[in-house]
Each structure stands twice: as structure tokens, then as C-alpha cells.
């Protein structure tokens, strides 16, 4: 049986490849479940600095839930529907938004519906210049689950969340730039260069630093500024007697490269 996740760590990057290539990488139960698990590995590694996320096959990053096993749920009700389903997607993607180590989604085709969410709830997004993303889930009777009718707006802003949700309609990757889901566009044999790159630029820096900026931006947005500033303030009194911090300073007083454990 084919694994529904590929998971690769190289140089202190993890690279999780949702593994559908034949369903455009649906996300199925099992899917989700074995890229939960992945984290969780990848979460208690020290030698992984940073995740990138991307698709099998040259059509799609992730054309959405699996519809065949999400209708099924729906056959037994609402009860069943939430637990297997919503519980399942809405878990997956507060979990990558709110990883400690940083996720950088490298969109290489379709991203529909909750691979539309999970490009919403990671950290970073490159794009390929073919990828296309779409919220198709009005379309189907339904709003988004997995996240969708919250971080898109927030995104976006009200309005144009609100006209992608409604509409359904696709939309290219300069509009999804534009609208701040992703943070560049490259072409598409670049992709993974790319993100490997983005990655490289993050990880020379201190783990603890950048796992308490990550903390700080994710908990922060959802607070009126005066709380966000307060959790600003613990994570850094936290790196105060820390090594890194230390370290950081020692190496801008001498004029030289700081040395970061795990680094």
C-alpha cells in the first residue's frame, strides 16, 4: 500500500509530501492522520529546523478533502460528520499554524478547498507559477471547514475573503500574493529550490528565537495588541538566560558569526 505521506529530512530540513498523486492528493483521513504524526515526529527532532510541505505528481499540491470518504461521514449524520471530519481538518490546521519549528508550503499545482487551508495556516507559501487555488466548498452546499471562513479573511481581508468564499471561483497565484496567502511566486522547476532556500535564511538563526517569534505572531493575531505585546514579552524573557541569546550578543559585540546550538 502506498504511504499517503512521504517524509525526507536532509540538512536539518524536513521536506512532508502529501502522497495522492492519483487523487490530486486528496486529503483523506488517513492522509491527515499520517501527517499529524509526521509533526509530532518532526516536533521532537532537534536536528529539523524547518518543514517544507508540497504535493506528489506535476497537477496539484492538494485538490481538498476526499469527497468519496467525507460523504460517507455525511451519510451518518451531523455528530459523525463533525467528529471524523471537521475535528480531523480543523486539528490538522491549527496544529501546522501553530508548529514550533517554521512550515513553508511549496504550492505546486491545484490547491482547492483545504489545501487552499492549509496554504492559510502555514507559516510561509511559495508558489509555483502554475499553481491555481480555488474555495470551491460553497459549490457543494457547505462552508469551508478546515479553518477557511476564519484565516482567509484575516488574510485577505472581509471583503475579498468573503467574495472568494462565496463565489468558489479560482483564483491565479499573483491574486493569491496580492491578497498576502502566499509570500512569492517562482517558476514551477524552481519550486523546491526555492522553498529549500527560504528555509536556509530562517534556520541559520537561532531555534529558540525562532520558535518564540512563530509563537508570539501565531497567539498575538488573535489578541486586541496590549495582550499580543504581553506574550511578546514572555517569549523573550524566556531567551534571556538562554545560550542563544548569549551567544548573539557575544558574536555582534566581536564582529563575528553567532553559533546557535542545533544550528
Wanted: hydrophobic share 45%; aromatic share 4%.
Amino acid at each position: 500500500m502506498t504511504e499517503p505521506i512521504l517524509l525526507e529530512i536532509d540538512d536539518g530540513i524536513a521536506l512532508i509530501t502529501l502522497n495522492r498523486p492519483e487523487k490530486l492528493n486528496a486529503l483523506s483521513y488517513a492522509l491527515i492522520d499520517h501527517l499529524m504524526a509526521a509533526l509530532d515526529r518532526i516536533e521532537g527532532d532537534a536536528t529539523v529546523r524547518a518543514v517544507i510541505l508540497t504535493g506528489a505528481g506535476e497537477r496539484a499540491f492538494s485538490a481538498g478533502a476526499d469527497i468519496k470518504e467525507f460523504s460517507e461521514s455525511v451519510s451518518q449524520g451531523p455528530a459523525i460528520a463533525v467528529r471524523d471530519f471537521v475535528r480531523r481538518g480543523q486539528a490538522m490546521t491549527a496544529r501546522l499554524e501553530a508548529f514550533s519549528k517554521p512550515v513553508i508550503a511549496a504550492v505546486n499545482g491545484l490547491a482547492f478547498g483545504g489545501g487552499c487551508e492549509i496554504t492559510e495556516a502555514v507559516h510561509l507559501a511559495i508558489a509555483s507559477d502554475r499553481a491555481l487555488f480555488a474555495k470551491p466548498e460553497i459549490k457543494l452546499g457547505m462552508p469551508p471547514t478546515f479553518g477557511g471562513t476564519q484565516r482567509l479573511p484575516r488574510l485577505a481581508g472581509r471583503k475579498r475573503g468573503l467574495e472568494l468564499l462565496l463565489t468558489g471561483d479560482p483564483f491565479s497565484p499573483e491574486h493569491a500574493r496580492e491578497i498576502g496567502l502566499i509570500n512569492t511566486i517562482v517558476p514551477h522547476d524552481q519550486l523546491l529550490p526555492a522553498a529549500r532556500e527560504l528555509a536556509g535564511r530562517i534556520t541559520r538563526h537561532s531555534p529558540g528565537a525562532v520558535a518564540s517569534t512563530i509563537t508570539a505572531v501565531t497567539r498575538g493575531l488573535n489578541m486586541a495588541i496590549a495582550e499580543g505585546l504581553l506574550v511578546e514579552s514572555e517569549q523573550f524573557a524566556a531567551l534571556v538566560p538562554s545560550h542563544d541569546l548569549a551567544e548573539g550578543l557575544a558574536a555582534w559585540n566581536e564582529r563575528r558569526a553567532a553559533t546557535y546550538v542545533g544550528g
